[in-house]
């Protein structure tokens, strides 16, 4: 399984939600900014807890909280999937509804 099949779900249930509530570019840039608000606060919640450690040369981190490690820092990985979704949002609105910038989301 991709990685990152859980975003691509989760862009997919959101996109489809928005298509079927949106009527005018405005309630658009509504949606895609909450939605990416959303995002981001669930990004924050899951790096709740983790620190970085070290084990002789070797760097990995460490979630207080559910006593998970990874060698991978889960910063990176949070971030790496609030881009996909961007980018996923980004080309379903430049496909579906042509040149709204995402500025227009009130991100900027």
Known sequence: EHPLM??????LDAVMQI??????ASDLASA???HLRC???EAVRALEGWSQQEQGDSQYFYNAFTGESS???PA???QHKLHAQYWLLAHFVQHFYGDMTPC???LC
């Not at 859980?6 to 862009?11: E, I, P, R, T, Y």
């Not at 298509?19 to 005018?24: A, T, W």
């Open 6 to 11: 859980d975003v691509f779900l989760q862009v």
């Open 19 to 24: 298509i079927h509530d949106c009527l005018s």
């Open 32 to 34: 895609l900014s909450a």
């Open 39 to 41: 995002a981001d606060e």
């Open 71 to 73: 060698w991978e820092n």
């Open 76 to 78: 990176e990985v949070a």
């Open 104 to 106: 227009a989301w009130s």
